[in-house]
């Protein structure tokens, strides 16, 4: 479970997200929000990437500010339009956090050939296409063995063959019980991926839909 007791973040005098009392069991759930409604903000607190003012609980064990390294080893984040260091290969980033979240020997190939990374992966990320980047990005979210992977806008700039693959791979690491808090701007089509709840990002909180 994520247990979100409160959460408020601010840049300024702009109040951010305001949440309390919010809580997702284990499961598959999906955000929606309108660009700039804070998702992304939303996935870098829960991933321990941004301080924040209140509390959230991993499994009612784990905190990001309190217990950061077993935290962010037991949480994954994919982000929706990845940047990464020019001079950097796939390979070198894959392997680095591979490594950090201490990946099963073999995961990391495993994912690259189901994603259609293949030998892109030794090539310098500035030659990527906005495809390979994000594909890139997932096969780092999906790295480890986390309790709860976040994916921002985990569809966006993947053909369709990817598309499907990616909801593949969700489902079987979701039935070996990793839970998956998804986000998007447009709606969820159950079709697709069966989830547990969907939740509106609006005016700083989260409400169910």
Known sequence: MLR??????????????????????????????????????????????????????????????????AYRLRINYGEAEPLFPNFLTGEDLMALVAETKQSPQGQLSTLCDALGIGDYRYQRVDTYSSGMLKKVSLAMALLGQPRWILLDEPLITLDPETQITLLELIAERQKAGTCFVMSSHQAWDDQLLPINGAYQLANQTLTAI
């Open 4 to 69: 979100i007791p409160t959460l408020e973040k601010s840049y300024g005098q702009r109040t951010i997200l305001q949440l309390a009392d919010f809580s997702l069991p284990d499961g598959i759930y999906w955000i929606k929000g309108e660009n700039g409604a804070g998702k992304t903000t939303l996935f870098r607190c829960l991933a321990g990437m941004h301080p924040f003012v209140g509390d959230i609980w991993l499994d009612e064990q784990y905190h990001p500010q309190k217990h950061a390294q």
